[in-house]
């Protein structure tokens, strides 16, 4: 088997296989971060091994297959996990027997949780016609996140999402939110999640809009690669934060996007040719929402209910 990185674009999967009498050949996104480019490995090798049928593209293969194989992916992770802590390491993760319960460290994770699946369900009510492969074939429920399985495959399907959003994340709109945040001295992780969440909340705007793509497409991987699930669990989880409590969030969404949220009609092609003609140049830097502080503040974490 041999495994080669290339660089798909978001309309093609993120990983495909290509048997051949030689060699099995699986093609990953070059652009992945790792847990996202694992998944989509052994989602290849799980078609393999249950031998289902279809063309590389995956245009012909039943849905219910392609969650089978998720599914069967998530597991032969977690076997990989469970072999990593017997024998003594892994990226990034503690052998199960040396991690000793602690109610603060339990708090921390049921609160980051949280926070990524709030991150999960605007996406996917932000992009309601995107196709992501789930373990299910039924309608995806907001179900509360519980324990590393379930941590692992919220993780994944918001990559899913992420990379379907790449090509309206502008490279432009990330670089104005981090010298604004640096402005505001924000500290490196608190800048970066501000930056990658005024990215992304402008571009499903942008997609929303039916805008074209944006010609300064924005590199989505992460500067600093997280190989573990815990870890990328809280990047996200900051991410999800600046989204949701950031001013400099909202005053980079009003200064590149203060229109496309608003556009309401029946008429679809009416919405498209509407969107077609509304100016992308952002506002003049020192104007900002009526109603809302350009006021900087670190992204609070904020207690779930219940």
């Given at each position: 088997m041999v495994i080669r990185d290339e660089r798909f674009g978001a309309d093609y999967p993120s990983g495909v296989l290509v048997p051949l009498d030689r060699a099995d050949y699986i093609l990953v996104d070059a652009s992945l971060p790792t847990l996202a480019r694992t998944q989509s490995v052994l989602h290849e090798?799980?078609?393999?091994?249950?031998?289902?049928?279809?063309?590389?593209?995956?245009?012909?293969?039943?849905?219910?297959?392609?969650?089978?194989?998720?599914?069967?992916?998530?597991?032969l992770y977690q076997q990989m996990i469970r072999a990593a802590a017997r024998s003594g390491g892994g990226p990034g993760e503690k052998p199960a027997r040396l991690r000793s319960w602690?109610?603060?460290?339990w708090w921390a994770d049921?609160?980051?949780?949280?926070?990524?699946n709030q991150l999960w369900?605007?996406?996917?009510?932000?992009?309601?016609?995107?196709?992501?492969?789930?373990?299910?074939?039924?309608?995806?429920?907001?179900?509360?996140?519980?324990?590393s399985r379930h941590r692992h495959r919220r993780v994944i399907e918001v990559h899913d999402a992420l990379r379907l959003l790449r090509p309206w994340c502008s490279r432009r709109v990330h670089a104005s939110a981090q010298r604004r945040a640096h402005r505001y001295r924000l500290?490196?992780?608190?800048?970066?999640?501000?930056?990658?969440?005024?990215?992304l909340a402008v571009a499903l705007r942008r997609r929303q809009a039916a805008l074209p793509v944006v010609d300064d497409p924005l590199d989505t991987t992460p500067p600093v690669d997280v190989s573990d699930v815990r870890g990328e669990t809280r990047r996200l989880a900051r991410i999800s934060c600046a989204w949701h409590d950031s001013p400099v969030v909202?005053?980079?969404?009003?200064?590149?996007?203060?229109?496309f949220a608003t556009i309401r009609t029946s008429d679809e092609s009416r919405h498209s040719a509407l969107a077609q003609v509304l100016s992308v140049a952002p506002l003049p830097e020192g104007l900002a929402r009526r109603g809302r502080s350009s006021r900087a503040v670190q992204p609070q974490h904020s207690r779930p209910s219940g």
């Amino acid at each position: 088997m041999v495994i080669r990185d290339e660089r798909f674009g978001a309309d093609y999967p993120s990983g495909v296989l290509v048997p051949l009498d030689r060699a099995d050949y699986i093609l990953v996104d070059a652009s992945l971060p790792t847990l996202a480019r694992t998944q989509s490995v052994l989602h290849e090798v799980a078609h393999l091994v249950l031998g289902h049928s279809g063309n590389a593209m995956h245009s012909d293969i039943d849905p219910a297959l392609e969650a089978e194989a998720e599914l069967a992916a998530d597991l032969l992770y977690q076997q990989m996990i469970r072999a990593a802590a017997r024998s003594g390491g892994g990226p990034g993760e503690k052998p199960a027997r040396l991690r000793s319960w602690r109610p603060a460290t339990w708090w921390a994770d049921r609160r980051t949780d949280w926070h990524v699946n709030q991150l999960w369900i605007k996406l996917r009510a932000g992009m309601p016609d995107a196709t992501i492969v789930s373990t299910t074939t039924g309608v995806p429920l907001p179900v509360e996140v519980g324990g590393s399985r379930h941590r692992h495959r919220r993780v994944i399907e918001v990559h899913d999402a992420l990379r379907l959003l790449r090509p309206w994340c502008s490279r432009r709109v990330h670089a104005s939110a981090q010298r604004r945040a640096h402005r505001y001295r924000l500290d490196s992780a608190t800048a970066a999640a501000v930056a990658d969440a005024a990215a992304l909340a402008v571009a499903l705007r942008r997609r929303q809009a039916a805008l074209p793509v944006v010609d300064d497409p924005l590199d989505t991987t992460p500067p600093v690669d997280v190989s573990d699930v815990r870890g990328e669990t809280r990047r996200l989880a900051r991410i999800s934060c600046a989204w949701h409590d950031s001013p400099v969030v909202a005053a980079e969404v009003a200064r590149w996007a203060p229109l496309f949220a608003t556009i309401r009609t029946s008429d679809e092609s009416r919405h498209s040719a509407l969107a077609q003609v509304l100016s992308v140049a952002p506002l003049p830097e020192g104007l900002a929402r009526r109603g809302r502080s350009s006021r900087a503040v670190q992204p609070q974490h904020s207690r779930p209910s219940g």
